[in-house]
């Protein structure tokens, strides 16, 4: 007696007949869903498992490794955005800048800053509660007559940013980098209230010195030869210095300073379950110094009274 043979078919095409299983779940598998593995074939199904269920690759501080530098090309933009909006909306600039304190009086110009202050005067500012000018400025710039550079200083800016952040953010991890971009540009910004608070300042310079003080951190962390970085450094250091006379240089030493500390908390973190603690703990601890020597700074400077 001849025994009837059972036929298969596909678990996904089940109108296919096939003889091939799966090599993870041992279900059978037509030719289209076929897919090479290290011995056999294997589903689309469990194709996919097997891709969460590998290991992200990290980098040495603990971020996602990322080819592709997103953010900066990201904040690049953003900058150049910006600063086309200021070209339609000059005034974009008065109100956004970063402005410790000032008056602006009823003739619509801008005044230095006086405690108490005159009739028809009204404060701008940190001291009227503008918080957001410690963020907002660092993505201003002068505008193409203005200042010493003009339309340069939006060029120099975002040159250096491109490449200084397509070695840094690989190193670093996207959101790592992102956050040590942000909390230089607000070191940079705090310290232009601390020294110059009646200056107005632009620019993302403060931040870009952060991110110079990050790939002189990193560099080092990976034991790479130090004499072109150090080159680097020395250049960057004497644009410091020559800033001094023609840009702000509070704007760049405070990023270089904060940059620097969320760089070496990121480096140096312990590796293991505490790394992603300590680290997150350091960027907050620097975020507690800032708003307290910023509202303590704002304090003085309103005789005491903390604008809300």
């Known amino acids: 007696m001849d025994s009837e043979s059972t036929v298969t078919t596909c678990y996904r095409h089940p109108q296919v007949e096939c003889h091939v299983r799966c090599t993870r779940c041992e279900r059978y598998i037509c030719p289209d869903c076929m897919r090479e593995a290290a011995v056999g074939h294997q ?17 040495l501080v603990g971020g996602r490794v990322s080819a592709v530098p997103v953010v900066t090309y990201v904040l ?7 600063y086309l ?22 003739d619509g110009e801008h005044y230095l800053w006086v405690d108490p202050h005159p009739a028809g005067f009204t404060p701008e500012g940190l001291v009227d509660g503008e918080w957001y000018r410690l963020l907002t400025g660092a993505f ?25 952040g397509r070695l840094v953010e690989p190193m670093l991890g996207r959101v790592h980098y992102l956050a040590l971009y942000l909390l ?15 200056d107005a300042v632009v620019g993302a ?49 405070g990023g270089l300073l904060a940059g620097g500390v969320v760089a070496l908390a990121f480096a140096y973190a312990p590796r293991g379950g505490r790394r992603t603690l300590v680290q997150v703990g350091a960027c907050g601890v620097l975020v507690v110094v800032l708003a307290v020597a910023a509202v303590a700074k704002v304090s003085a400077l309103t005789g005491g009274g903390v604008p809300q």
């Open 76 to 82: 690049i933009a953003v900058n150049v955005l910006v």
């Open 184 to 198: 230089s540009a607000l070191g940079g910004s705090v310290l232009v209230l601390l020294i110059a608070p009646e």
């Open 140 to 164: 201003l710039h002068l505008p193409p007559t203005g200042g010493t550079f003009g339309v340069f200083h939006v060029v120099m800016n975002m040159v250096a940013l491109w490449n200084l």
């Open 205 to 253: 310079s403060g931040a870009v010195f952060g991110v110079g003080a990050a790939y002189y951190v990193m560099a080092r962390r990976i034991g790479v030869d130090m004499g072109q970085v150090n080159r680097f450094m020395a250049g960057l250091l004497l644009w410091l210095v020559v800033s001094a006379v023609v840009t702000s240089w509070e704007g760049h030493l």
């Open 85 to 106: 909006a200021e070209l339609v909306r000059p005034e974009i600039v008065d109100r956004f800048a970063m402005v410790g304190a000032g008056l602006l009086g009823p």
């Open 43 to 59: 589903c689309p199904a469990c194709v996919r498992e097997g891709a969460r269920s590998v290991r992200q690759a990290r980098t």
